[in-house]
DNA sequence: CTCAGTGTAAAACGATCACTTTACATGTAC
DNA sequence: GTACATGTAAAGTGATCGTTTTACACTGAG
C-alpha cells in the first residue's frame, strides 16, 4: 500500500478511537510504521494531517451514503457505523477540539455538510418529484441526530431516524408539507 | 462567589470553546484565578474537573429546558444557543476526546442523555395524552440533531427541527402514529 | 495561644508534545 | 557513475503536559 494511503488511513483510526489531540504523533508514525521525518514531507504538520485525513473521510463517506431514496440513504448510514463504529461526526469532533481556529478543517467540514445537504435535497426529489427545503432539512436534522444518538444508543437510533424520515415523506406526498 | 463554582464554570467555558486535552490546567488555574493545589484539592484530578463540569452543565441544562411543549422545548434550546452558543454536545465531545474509557465521564454522559428522554417522553405525553415511544424517539433525534447542526448552521437549525416535529406530532394526534 | 483548615506562590517532577536535524541507506534516471 | 528523490533511525529542539511538593500567610474555633 501507498505510504501516503496508510498514514492517512492509520491515522483516520486513531484520531476517530482516541480523539485527535490525544494521539501523539510518536504514536502515529509508530503505527503507520513510517519515520516522523516522512510523515512531515507528506503531510507538513499535525493540522494538515489532520486536514487530509478529514477530506479522505468526506470522499469515503459520500461514495458510501451514494444512495437515491430516505430507505436507502439511512441503510447506508447503518451500514457505515456497523463497519466503522459511531464515534460521533469526525468532522464536528476536529471542529471542536481545535476550537474552529484552524481554516484548512473548518473549510473541509464546510464542504462535507453542503455535500450532505445536496445529496438530501436530491433525494427529496427523487421521492417526491420536487424540491422541498423544509423537508431536506427535517431529514438532514434525523441523519445528524442519528449520527449524534448513534454514539451512546447504537444502530437502534438510525432505524428511528429512518422511519421519522419516511413518514415526513409521506406526508408531503399525500397533502404537500406546507398544508 | 463560591471557589469551586468559580473554578468549574471557568472550566467549562474553556473546555467549551477549546476542548478539553487542549485546555492545559495552567490556563485553567490562571483563568479562574486560584493556585493549582486548590485546584486538585477540589476536584483531585483532569478527569474529575471534566466530570464536575459535565455534571454542573447537566443540572443546568436540564433546569433551563424544563419544557411542556415541543415548542417551548425548542424554543429553550434556542435561547440556549443564543447565551451560549452552539458548538456541540459537551458530553460527546469529552466522550469522544477521552476515546469512552473515562468511567465518570461514561456515566454521566449517559445519566444526561437518559434524562433528556424522560423529558421528551413526558412532553410526547403532554401533547398526545398517552405515551408514543416512536414518536419520542424520533423528536429526541431532531432535538439532537438540531443540537449538532446549531454548530455549522446556527438556530435555524432548530427551527427546522421544531417545525418537524410540530408536524409529526399533529400526525400523531390525528391518526395515530402507527397507522 | 495554638492548632487545623484553607488558601497562595513557585519550583520541580518525569513524561510527552509537535517538530527539526543529522547521518545514512536505498533505487532509479540521465 | 553520479545525482536526485525518497525512505529510515535516532537524537535533540524548547515548550508544555498533568501532578506533586515545599514553604508560607490568613482565619476562625477551642
Not at 494511503?5 to 485527535?20: P, V
Not at 461514495?63 to 464536528?92: H, K, M, P, Q
Given at each position: 500500500?501507498?505510504?501516503?494511503?496508510?498514514?492517512?488511513?492509520?491515522?483516520?483510526?486513531?484520531?476517530?478511537?482516541?480523539?485527535f489531540?490525544?494521539?501523539?504523533?510518536?504514536?502515529?508514525?509508530?503505527?503507520?510504521?513510517?519515520?516522523?521525518r516522512?510523515?512531515?514531507?507528506?503531510?507538513?504538520?499535525?493540522?494538515?494531517?489532520?486536514?487530509?485525513?478529514?477530506?479522505?473521510?468526506?470522499?469515503?463517506?459520500?461514495?458510501?451514503?451514494?444512495?437515491?431514496?430516505?430507505?436507502?440513504?439511512?441503510?447506508?448510514?447503518?451500514?457505515?457505523?456497523?463497519?466503522?463504529?459511531?464515534?460521533?461526526?469526525?468532522?464536528?469532533?476536529?471542529?471542536?477540539?481545535?476550537?474552529?481556529?484552524?481554516?484548512?478543517?473548518?473549510?473541509?467540514?464546510?464542504?462535507?455538510?453542503?455535500?450532505?445537504?445536496?445529496?438530501?435535497?436530491?433525494?427529496?426529489?427523487?421521492?417526491?418529484?420536487?424540491?422541498?427545503?423544509?423537508?431536506?432539512?427535517?431529514?438532514?436534522?434525523?441523519?445528524?441526530?442519528?449520527?449524534?444518538?448513534?454514539?451512546?444508543?447504537?444502530?437502534?437510533?438510525?432505524?428511528?431516524?429512518?422511519?421519522?424520515?419516511r413518514?415526513?415523506?409521506?406526508?408531503?406526498?399525500?397533502?404537500?408539507?406546507?398544508?
Amino acid at each position: 500500500m501507498d505510504i501516503r494511503t496508510r498514514l492517512i488511513s492509520t491515522a483516520e483510526q486513531l484520531f476517530d478511537r482516541h480523539g485527535f489531540t490525544a494521539t501523539g504523533m510518536d504514536r502515529l508514525t509508530q503505527a503507520a510504521g513510517i519515520s516522523s521525518r516522512t510523515l512531515y514531507k507528506h503531510v507538513g504538520s499535525k493540522n494538515g494531517l489532520m486536514a487530509a485525513v478529514l477530506n479522505e473521510r468526506d470522499r469515503r463517506f459520500h461514495r458510501r451514503i451514494n444512495a437515491d431514496s430516505v430507505d436507502a440513504l439511512f441503510g447506508a448510514l447503518e451500514t457505515w457505523f456497523a463497519e466503522e463504529g459511531a464515534r460521533g461526526c469526525l468532522f464536528l469532533r476536529a471542529w471542536g477540539e481545535t476550537g474552529g481556529s484552524v481554516p484548512e478543517i473548518v473549510e473541509v467540514m464546510a464542504r462535507h455538510k453542503e455535500r450532505l445537504r445536496q445529496r438530501i435535497d436530491d433525494i427529496v426529489v427523487a421521492e417526491i418529484g420536487h424540491r422541498d427545503d423544509e423537508l431536506t432539512e427535517a431529514i438532514l436534522l434525523l441523519f445528524e441526530g442519528a449520527t449524534h444518538a448513534a454514539t451512546y444508543r447504537g444502530g437502534a437510533a438510525v432505524e428511528g431516524a429512518r422511519r421519522a424520515a419516511r413518514r415526513l415523506i409521506e406526508g408531503a406526498r399525500t397533502q404537500g408539507l406546507s398544508s
